[in-house]
């Protein structure tokens, strides 16, 4: 089996210990914006949180830009992408939260267990290129899609990191002068100038990022930016170690002109006929899949605390109650939340934030979901048995789901309070189909386009779109509807 180090690193001097409602656990990682943590909202939802550094917040239009495309990246709605719950720019210091997702990097699996079959290459085309289309549709261009923005799950890859270009971008040229992207996957039109860049830049990039997945290298591999940007504008891409099956839509993607490249549906309808049939199965090897149910267990904290991280010996800690991962398991959807594990510091005080934390988490799970409710249209759906508490189900993770025109939803979790993000899941519906969706009755509102699946996920009220705060106590009904019989399905918020 694969052994990995821990993804979490533990909380440092300086670090906050919370960010709007969330409380956080420990470091993920850093990038030119700021550091990332994984956090934890009041009902045992993981979330990943972005802060922004201090000199980028202190810039006068910085948190007008951040605010405009954090509201836009609420807006994509893809299964392959881990979706944006919340902002705040206006706080001391900004930040955003997506959906955490429990899965290593396609760097990492790459460079662990080695390039990746052509099967499971044609797999990951397939999400990344449905994640690309949602990202678009919501009128952004990711400008920075690379495999260490690939996140590979059982049931597909998970797109990260889109919705802040431009704030992204200005981080870039405060700190470093270059070119927003990556120059080892971005499009040439790219590393001329950000003006130019259009949605064809991010097929570049998924070619680039498929190159890798298939051979473990991208199209150019000079020393240092400036070297490979030089090879990016007069040098063909290496294709060297590319299976030829693949070669077709990897040079595609990798024109040097924007007209000539696929449109992420093209790359899609390229590989439909090899998923149709086997769309549950990533085709990874032992080795890789190993490595992905090892991060499926989740999130670790080296025993020690951090003046020891890496030092010792993880440590497993007992399970957290009701903690609520959205995802799909042996390529079916799960109705229950996954499993999230935290490793226990000795002796730190991470270890006593742990430890309550955990008896919060299971007097919120004894207040919240006992007694159950409805999860969907079906008013006996998500009713557990006499005596037990109710599991919230997971939004549905599409790799099963088809267009079967008999249209569906259902909410992420039944019961939440005041923070919590209630993510409707439609499943059954005409792709291509603008929804419209309504609460408590109100006028109907636009709400996401169907993808090809046949599926859609909204979050109920992230954009204030029906109210302008939270929403009050009781019980709520929401509806969605494409011009026939809306389908409904009700939640409950609680104190």
């Given at each position: 089996m694969v052994r990995r180090?821990?993804?979490?690193?533990?909380?440092e001097a300086g670090d906050p210990a919370a960010a709007g409602p969330y409380t956080l656990l420990g470091r993920l990682g850093s990038g030119s914006m700021g550091r990332v943590y994984l956090g934890c909202s009041a009902a045992g939802r993981l979330v990943a949180v972005k802060t922004v550094r201090a000199e980028l917040a202190r810039e006068a239009d910085f948190r007008t830009r951040f605010a405009h495309e954090a509201a836009a990246a609420r807006r994509v709605s893809g299964v392959y992408t881990a979706s944006v719950v919340n902002a705040d720019p206006d706080a001391e210091v900004p930040w955003l939260a997506t959906a955490y997702v429990p899965a290593p990097s396609l760097e990492l699996l790459v460079a662990e267990a080695g390039p990746l079959p052509v099967a499971a290459v044609r797999w990951l085309?397939?999400?990344?290129?449905?994640?690309?289309?949602?990202?678009?549709?919501?009128?952004?261009?990711?400008?920075?899609?690379k495999p260490s923005n690939v996140l590979v799950c059982a049931d597909g890859p998970r797109v990260i990191d889109f919705g802040l270009a431009h704030a992204r971008e200005r981080a870039r040229v405060t700190l470093s002068r270059v070119a927003v992207g990556t120059p080892a996957f971005m499009a040439p039109e790219q590393a001329q100038g950000s003006r130019v860049v259009t949605a064809a830049s991010d097929v570049y990039a998924l070619g680039a990022t498929l190159l890798y997945a298939a051979t473990g290298h991208g199209p150019y591999r000079g020393e240092g930016a400036l070297e490979l940007m030089a090879q990016l504008a007069t040098l063909p891409p290496d294709l060297s170690g590319l299976a030829v099956e693949l070669e077709t839509m990897v040079r595609g993607c990798l024109a040097r002109d924007p007209a000539r490249r696929p449109a992420p549906a093209d790359v899609l309808a390229s590989v439909s006929d090899y998923l149709r049939h086997g769309r549950a199965e990533p085709g990874l090897s032992g080795s890789a899949l190993d490595l992905v149910r090892d991060y499926a267990a989740g999130p670790r904290l080296p025993v020690g605390g951090p003046d020891r991280a890496g030092a010792a010996p993880e440590r497993p800690m007992r399970e957290r109650p009701r903690v609520v991962i959205e995802g799909v398991r042996d390529g079916r959807s799960s109705s229950s939340p996954a499993?999230?594990?935290?490793?226990?510091?000795?002796?730190?005080?991470?270890?006593?934030?742990?430890?309550?934390?955990?008896?919060?988490?299971?007097?919120?799970?004894?207040?919240?979901?006992?007694?159950?409710?409805?999860?969907?249209?079906?008013?006996?759906?998500?009713?557990?048995?006499?005596?037990?508490?109710?599991?919230?189900?997971?939004?549905?993770?599409?790799?099963?789901?088809?267009p079967t025109g008999d249209p569906r939803i259902v909410v992420n979790q039944p019961q939440g309070d005041g923070v919590t993000v209630f993510v409707i899941h439609g499943t059954g519906w005409r792709p291509g189909d603008r929804v419209r969706v309504s609460l408590d009755g109100s006028g109907e509102r636009p709400g996401p386009?169907?993808?090809?699946?046949?599926?859609?996920?909204?979050?109920?009220?992230?954009?204030?779109?029906?109210?302008?705060?939270?929403?009050?106590?009781?019980?709520?009904?929401?509806?969605?509807a494409t011009g026939g019989a809306p389908a409904r399905t009700t939640f409950r918020v609680v104190p």
């Open positions: 180090d821990a993804p979490l690193g533990p909380l085309a397939g999400g990344c290129a449905e994640a690309l289309e949602s990202i678009h549709a919501a009128g952004l261009v990711h400008r920075d899609l499993r999230t594990f935290l490793r226990e510091p000795r002796n730190t005080i991470a270890s006593v934030a742990a430890i309550l934390l955990i008896g919060v988490g299971a007097l919120l799970a004894r207040t919240f979901w006992s007694g159950g409710g409805s999860a969907g249209a079906d008013p006996g759906r998500g009713r557990p048995p006499a005596g037990r508490a109710a599991e919230p189900p997971a939004p549905l993770g599409g790799a099963g789901d088809r386009v169907v993808d090809h699946m046949g599926t859609f996920n909204y979050a109920v009220n992230q954009a204030h779109e029906f109210l302008p705060g939270p929403l009050p106590l009781g019980v709520h009904t929401f509806a969605a």
